[in-house]
């Protein structure tokens, strides 16, 4: 769990990194200073704001900073407008029109036009939102042009729900929900998958697509209402309601 900020230098000038901050030192930088509520418990940094810590490194055009007790137990970041966040502690990075990050419960959410959000190897992105909740180790995606790229794996729908695995430091997707009223998509380097909804479960090595189910490898074409993948084993079924049939197209593409 991120550290309590033991320390706060205050540069409140348009000059940024006047002075070198020092380990266990918090910098930030604002050219329209700060406004401090102590009975709210919060306090206000206006205008190309900029906050670097040993934790993580912000950058916005308002951030909201809520406190326990003094200025120096941060609990909770709200900053928006042209917003960047790091940390390097957990490798997480992202950006968006508004971020709000609960530093006690290490849940970050990112929203607004074009968010994205990169855990490792796997990136997010969004015009709805992103949020990852790094203690319970799981991760939602919603809104338009939503899509999560990992592990060679390409995935497009309005909603993507996942968990993922932290093993020695590094992040692996266990198992996702994906869903789209229209189509979702999951591409892999030889086959591409179509339906409204899909599972994947990492530890069964399956992927379970169910409505308007399409799949596509090299010259076949495959269509009906259930289908499952074997990644393990690379093979796939489909099958359909009583009232369809599976529909299959093999193209000679000699």
């Known amino acids: 769990m991120i550290k309590y900020l033991i320390f706060f230098l205050l540069v409140l000038t348009n000059y ?9 030192e918090t910098e930030i930088t604002t ?4 406004e401090v509520f102590q009975e709210e418990k919060y306090y206000l940094l206006k205008k190309n704001v900029e906050i670097i810590s040993d934790e993580f490194e912000l950058k ?4 909201k900073i809520y406190f326990e007790q003094d200025l120096y137990d941060i609990k909770e970041l709200i900053a928006s407008t042209n917003v960047n966040f790091y940390s390097n502690e957990y490798n997480i990075k992202g950006k968006g029109d508004t971020l709000k990050f609960n530093i006690q419960n290490e849940i970050i959410n990112i929203s607004g036009d074009k968010s994205e959000l990169f855990l490792e190897e796997t990136k997010m992105y969004s015009d709805g939102y992103i949020n990852v909740n790094n203690l319970a180790g799981s991760f939602k995606i919603e809104g338009l042009n939503s899509k999560l790229i ?13 968990v993922f695995d932290d093993k020695n430091g590094n992040r692996d997707i266990s198992s996702l929900e994906v869903e789209d009223e229209n189509l979702l998509s999951i591409i892999t380097e030889d086959t591409e998958l179509f339906s409204k909804k899909a599972f994947y479960d990492k530890e069964k090595s399956i992927i379970e697509l169910f409505d308007n189910v399409k799949i596509k490898r090299g010259s076949e074409v495959i269509t009906g209402d ?3 993948l074997d990644t393990n084993k690379n093979s796939y079924k489909v099958s359909s309601n009583n ?10 593409t000699k």
């Open 226 to 228: 259930y289908g499952i």
């Open 150 to 162: 990992s592990d060679n794996v390409f995935i497009i729908g309005s909603k993507i729900n996942g």
């Open 31 to 34: 050219e329209d200073g700060i």
């Open 243 to 252: 009232s369809n049939k599976v529909k299959a197209i093999i193209s000679n």
């Open 16 to 24: 940024k990194y006047a002075l070198c901050r020092n380990i266990g």
């Open 60 to 63: 916005g055009n308002l951030v």
